[in-house]
């Protein structure tokens, strides 16, 4: 199965995506993640102003198959939250790399260490 990964992100290999728009950074779970996961029947996400540390919890994905953490690609404060889906959760299903995102933040570091597109596909082959 082919799955859709924009080669304008970065990745984790915890399914996570970034994308830097205007010095803040986008973050989402993958195509691949909401595939695995099922339909999508609620989002917990932090709270505005929280810091988040690389690599730790920020929410949690729950589907009709399981209960998946989210994890932050990196450090920095939140400074929106995507509260529609507190009402549509299954905009993370529908449109994962758009409409689905989840929060942005005010980054305290560089998107070079994560996985770039080609590594993320090779990883979910």
Same mark, same amino acid.
């Given at each position: 199965?082919?799955?859709?990964?924009?080669?304008?992100?970065?990745?984790?290999?915890?399914?996570?995506?970034?994308?830097?728009?205007?010095g803040t950074v986008r973050v989402?779970?993958?195509?691949? %993640?909401?595939?695995? $996961?099922?339909?999508?029947?609620f989002v917990e996400l932090p709270d505005i102003g929280d810091d988040l540390d690389a690599e730790a919890a920020f929410g949690v994905v729950e589907s009709i198959? %399981?209960?998946?953490? $989210?994890?932050a690609p990196i450090g920095g404060e939140v400074t929106a939250i995507n509260e529609t889906l507190f009402d549509a959760p299954e905009l993370v299903n529908d449109d994962p790399y758009g409409e689905g995102w989840m929060i942005e933040l005010d980054a305290d570091g560089s998107l070079d260490d994560l996985l770039t597109p080609e590594e993320y596909e090779e990883q979910i082959e």
């Open positions: 199965m082919s799955f859709n990964i924009p080669d304008d992100r970065r990745y984790l290999e915890s399914h996570e995506w970034t994308e830097e728009r205007d989402g779970i993958t195509d691949f %993640a909401q595939d695995e $996961l099922g339909d999508v029947v198959k %399981a209960v998946s953490d $989210l994890y």
